[in-house]
């Protein structure tokens, strides 16, 4: 009898830890949906990051490296181009990282970063687009197409007033 019910009790943990997994592997397919939304073509943060997760292109010097603002001491501390990229999952459970068409030039800026604050910002030369920045506009980038060779860019203000000596990054090889 009581072998009986030792097998009920094993039977019934099973059915258990099945049922935990399956409503495990629903939430984790549902977050992994809400993460595909958010994470798309997300830039890395530092050149080692994107070494790590593979997507690294090449290093990219800056030329002036520190820049003066309206009396503010800029540097660019870190520049690389990296390949677009989505991450995601594999089988729900598993993170992987998806390649996309195109290329993001970025680089981090270090110093009296409160210019940023202030409605100014990176801007291309020639195109006039304006580079995103992520992470207290301590990361800066801009997306292409192909690698570029040589892009130069400023500090504008809010109402596009230069503030700043245009700075061109060159692609190392």
Known sequence: MRDVGQNNMRAMFVVLV?????IAT????FTN????KLNYSSPSLHSSTARL???????????????????RSIRIDDAWIEKRY????????FPHIQVKDGYN?????????QVFKDQTNWYLRGSGNSFASINGSELFYETFP??????SASILSGDRSSLSDYVTFITQK
């Open 18 to 22: 099945i049922l935990a997994a399956a």
């Open 26 to 29: 629903v939430y984790k397919g």
């Open 33 to 36: 949906g809400l993460s595909d």
């Open 53 to 71: 997760t593979g997507v690294f292109v090449a290093p990219v010097i800056a030329n002036p490296k520190d820049i003066n603002v309206e009396g």
């Open 86 to 93: 989505k991450k995601g999952f594999f089988l729900i459970w």
């Open 105 to 113: 030039l970025c680089f981090t800026v270090a110093g009296d970063t």
């Open 146 to 151: 192909n690698v570029p060779t040589s892009v």
